[in-house]
Structures are given as C-alpha cells and as structure tokens.
DNA sequence: CTCCGGATGG
DNA sequence: CCATCCGGAG
C-alpha cells in the first residue's frame, strides 16, 4: 500500500484545488502576501466567497505596503459582505506591522507567524507549509474531519488533549519530503471540502478509504460527533433616517455585530429644543447572524439633516453612493426591499 | 474554557 | 433553514 501522503497528492493534483488566485508561483514559489490575505479570508469562509473578493481586494491593495498605508475605511470598504470583520481589521494592523516593525519582510516559520494578529495554529501551518514548505500539520477544521473519521475519534468539544492527539496523528501523516509539504496541505484540505466533507461524505471517491477506520467500519458518519451549538436570541432596532433621497448612517464602533461597518443612526441629536419627528414601523426581519438569532425591527423616520447634530463618524448617502460604502448584507437586503439601493451600474 | 463574531449554500 | 468555518478576549 503506497502511503497516504503520496495517494493523497495524487489525488489532489487531479481533483484537488489548482489554479487559485493566489497561487501563481514567481521564481518558483507564493508570493507570501497574497498567500497570507487569501488564508485570512479563509477563516470560516468558503472559497466561492472569498474567489471575487480576494480579487477585489489585492487589484485595491496589490503589496503589503498599499494595504498598510491604505485607511482602515478602505480595507472595511472591500471587505464589506465577507463577514467577521475583525479578520479586515486584523489584516491591515498585521500589514503596518510587517511594513513598519518588520521591515516587510514576513515571518519565515509557522510560529512566527503566530505573532501576527488573527494568525493561529491553522492559518500559521497552512500560510508556513505554503509559501516555505515547513513540515507543520495543518489542522483546520476539514484535515480534523479527515483524521477524526480516518482513526474513529469524536473529537467532542475538541479538548486540548483531543487536540494535541490529532496534532501528533497529523504529524505522523506528513510527506517525507519538504517539497511536497505545499502540495499536501492543500490536498488534505481540498479532501475534507470535496470529499470527506461534514454531510454527505464522497467515500466512494476518496483516495485514502482502504485505511480508514471509520469507513471500514461503515461508521463514517459517527465521526467527528457533531455537537449542536447554541444560539440567543438577539433584537436590535433600525430606523432609516432619510431626508429626501439620502440617508443617515453611522459607524459601528462598538464592540458589537457589524463593527466597523455603517449600520443606520441611532441616538440622533436635535439642534434645538424641537422633537424628533416620530417614526413608522416598517417590518421586522428574522435571522440568524453569528451565533445569535436576530429581530431587526426596522423603522423609518424623515427628517431634514440640517436640523441635525452630526459627528465624524455620521455618513450621508443616497442610493447611489450607498453602494460603495461598507454595510451589512442584511442593512443592503433592507434597503433593497424599501427600494434604496440603485440598481444602475 | 466559554463565548463571540457573519454570511452562504445545499 | 440548518450546518459550516477560526481566533482571541475574558
């Protein structure tokens, strides 16, 4: 029997994920930037989001140094609808550090890279085994599917020791070589996303069933165990200020959903001793953002801006510039269905 | 250790 | 409509 890592490229280098955009070689090998932007968008993304938007991103910030020199604005601008906008904000504190205190030179090892803000154990592994071909297991979540089901192991909770046991299982499966490692870190995970995926697993396709425990033991689906995860139940309130065909908006500076983003206005200043004119409900959306179950009430409220007191962080858009500015999906599907959002291109 | 943060595709 | 996907703060 060959072993799993030679079955495993072999494999990937026909069904595996070639041709990413990140992935031209120059001289023979990544370029460690956009390696490192791609793998940040990775995080809790799937590929298909993030293909436009890793293009997007490096045509506005092509080299380590456009991004640092570039506003956090910006950066929040196009990352706008990828969600988890710490990993935006990590990214542009990451690359004025790489410019400024590194002189732009990236880390060199896994653990260095560990340094940089957003990077953890995963994206440090695949970033390092990538671009250096260090011999560093990769455990995201798709290589711990593959190796929970490969050797029956639960995983419940993924417990520190859980951890450290799959980490040396890992490590025993790496290639030999060093020139292999780029290879086989994307293989593994390419594995767990096409065919040791979480529902519906592709057995019958996987190149590496003969030694799998859990398949030869028609177990498959038993492994890792699946833990339900809880949700809370959220509200929060919306009321569109409009004045004409513009709108108030405001950034989310607060240590909540959607910071960093412009969401609509609340706790609106009068100039004056005049009431606010009253609001009308609009409607109510359910759904679920992050790990919370979400009511947007949404409310509306005309207005003339002038009357108002505006800060620095306030925005007035109409529905034209709106498109360019970073919003939630949801604020974007709200102002869509009460027709504020231009559909000219 | 536990909890939190967004959006999508099947 | 449910499952999925990492890092860090507390």
Redesign the pocket.
Known sequence: MKKFADRLIKWGIKEGRTALPWKDKINGSYDPYKIWVS?MM?????L??VLPKFNQFIRRFPDVEKLASSTLEDVIQVW????????AR?LHEGAKIIVKERGKVFPKNAADW?T?????????A?ISSFVNGEKVALL???V??VLCRRYCLENT?????E?AQLMQLATNLLPKKKSEMAQYSQYI?DL??IVC????PACYKCPVSEDCKSFNSEAVDLYPK?V???R?E?QITWVLTMDRDLILLER?NK???????LVPATELQIKGNFPLPRKIFLRSY???????DLTVNVWKRKCIFDTLKLTTHHRIVNKIMIRKVP?????EKVLKDFDFWSDAS
């Open positions: 793998e990775l995080q809790q993304t799937r298909s989001a706008a609808g990828l969600g988890y906008y710490r990993r990590n560990k940089i803000p957003g990077i953890g154990m995963s994206t440090a695949a995201d979540a798709n711990c599917r909770n993924s417990r520190v020791k951890k995970m767990g996303a995926k979480a529902t519906q699946k339900k995860l809880t809370r959220k989310q240590e909540e959903l959607w910071k960093s983003l359910r759904v679920k953002v992050s790990n919370c919003v939630p999906r949801l604020l």
